[in-house]
């Protein structure tokens, strides 16, 4: 299977997690655009029960200019979207969408080195946050 996520596991509760993972984001340079809290739209669209998670939709203005100037369908792919899903009471895991794996889309030439650029940078970020969330 191809890993197309990065990945922290850390040890503190899911909300606490949360929080941190908000202001790891914001350290690293991104806003949160969108936020869907998943157990609480499939309970009220399925009626079943799911583990706490949430898919922050984390955005860099920056990056994304960047981006939408090489090549404005990469719109689509926006923003980047991080995970914090509970584990148990005390573990959960968070998991923002590599943008490497975005690369098998980037075209050739110019358009495609720029958003090369833009997905080395956007990982470096993410990395970043996610290990500070692990060593804190």
Same mark, same amino acid.
């Given at each position: 299977?191809?890993?197309?996520?990065?990945?922290? $596991?850390?040890?503190?509760?899911? #909300?606490?997690?949360?929080?941190?993972?908000?202001?790891?984001?914001?350290?690293?340079?991104?806003?949160?655009? $969108?936020?869907? #809290?998943?157990?609480?739209?499939?309970?009220?669209?399925?009626?079943?029960?799911?583990? +706490? @998670?949430?898919?922050?939709?984390?955005?860099? +203005? @920056?990056? !994304?200019?960047?981006?939408?100037?090489?090549? +404005?369908?990469?719109?689509?792919?926006? +923003?980047?979207?991080?995970?914090?899903?509970?584990?148990?009471? $005390?573990? $959960?895991?968070?998991?923002?969408? #590599?943008?490497?794996?975005?690369?098998?889309? !980037?075209?050739?030439? @110019?358009?495609?080195?720029?958003?090369?650029?833009?997905?080395?940078?956007?990982? @470096?970020?993410?990395?970043?946050?996610?290990?500070?969330?692990?060593?804190?």
């Amino acid at each position: 299977m191809t890993k197309y996520t990065l990945e922290a $596991t850390v040890r503190r509760p899911y #909300d606490e997690t949360v929080e941190a993972v908000r202001a790891e984001l914001s350290a690293a340079g991104f806003g949160i655009l $969108t936020e869907i #809290d998943l157990k609480a739209t499939l309970k009220a669209k399925l009626d079943v029960d799911v583990t +706490p @998670q949430v898919i922050l939709g984390a955005c860099r +203005p @920056q990056l !994304a200019h960047q981006a939408l100037e090489a090549d +404005p369908s990469i719109a689509a792919l926006l +923003p980047c979207n991080v995970v914090v899903r509970a584990v148990d009471d $005390t573990t $959960t895991v968070v998991e923002a969408f #590599d943008p490497d794996a975005m690369m098998s889309l !980037a075209g050739q030439g @110019q358009a495609g080195d720029t958003l090369r650029t833009v997905a080395t940078d956007a990982r @470096q970020r993410l990395t970043a946050a996610l290990a500070a969330l692990e060593s804190n």
